[in-house]
């Protein structure tokens, strides 16, 4: 059983944590295939992410009814969550994730859905939906079908975590004269896709792509309210005056995401059909 340390903001979770995720998930979803990196990286994002519903909701990620993990992997984020208080429902495409998930998260909605829309759920199940490193491998059309879809299966007013490869991404890992061509597009995807003809293959739409905040802000302001984006470091951009000394603590000790943030909000007025 892997036990919360109490410099992170989560000491009060009072049940187990993911303790025997397998070597070839924890590379698949997290890169390196240590348990402790995996779960020290859990910890970090999840704290990121609690700054971002406390400031923006007034919640901690618990507090959330109903909850879905749009590419929950072996489910590094979905730990934090409670089933005996909240609804809490994931999906991947990944067969062997969703396997996983399915034994070790019983009490949890598990679903591997298909590479293009729809989910299964119906419109207006979820008050909070996260989603990490998905949209930082989509094709645009991909892209926009995904947050249509997300958008119809949240309540109106429901809180949206979404990470992707934004401005700090292009800052610190391409040249100048390329971080030029990428800020004038916007948007780049890049198809990096190379089948090994294994059950752990990613989909064919599935390379790496890039966005500057104003693409977003932009671009995904069509769908939802946006509320703020994040850049991917450092983590002190995520304090905030109502946060907790514990909260405060923790951020001043973990590493950056490695992934902006945007924090979106379905509008009230949203028109989305069953």
Known sequence: MYRVARAFPF????????????????????????????????????????????????????????????????????????????????????????????KHFPKADI?????????????????????????????????????????RVGRPGAIYLITFQGDWCIESKFPIPVQNKLRKAGFHYFDIHTPKGSVMDFPSNYGSSVHTADYVRNEWSRTFDILEVYKGRPPSLYDHENLTSVHRKALANVRSMGQDMVVLRKRLSGTSEP
């Open 111 to 151: 679903y591997q859905n298909k590479t293009e829309p729809k989910l299964k759920w119906a419109a207006n199940s979820f008050d909070l939906v996260i989603s990490f490193s998905v949209f930082s491998h989509l094709t645009r059309d991909s892209e926009d079908r995904w947050l249509t879809e997300l958008e």
């Open 11 to 102: 000491d009060d979770l009072d049940r187990p944590f993911l303790s025997d995720v397998p070597p070839d998930l924890i590379k698949h979803t997290a890169g390196p295939k240590s348990f402790e990196e995996f779960q020290k990286t859990a910890f970090e994002v999840a704290t990121m992410f609690e700054a971002a519903t406390t400031k923006h909701a007034g919640k901690r990620l618990t507090d959330f009814d109903s909850v879905l993990d749009f590419g929950c992997g072996a489910g590094r984020l979905l730990q934090f969550f409670s089933p005996e208080k909240q609804k809490i429902s994931g999906c991947d495409v990944n067969r062997p994730l969703i396997s996983f998930m399915e």
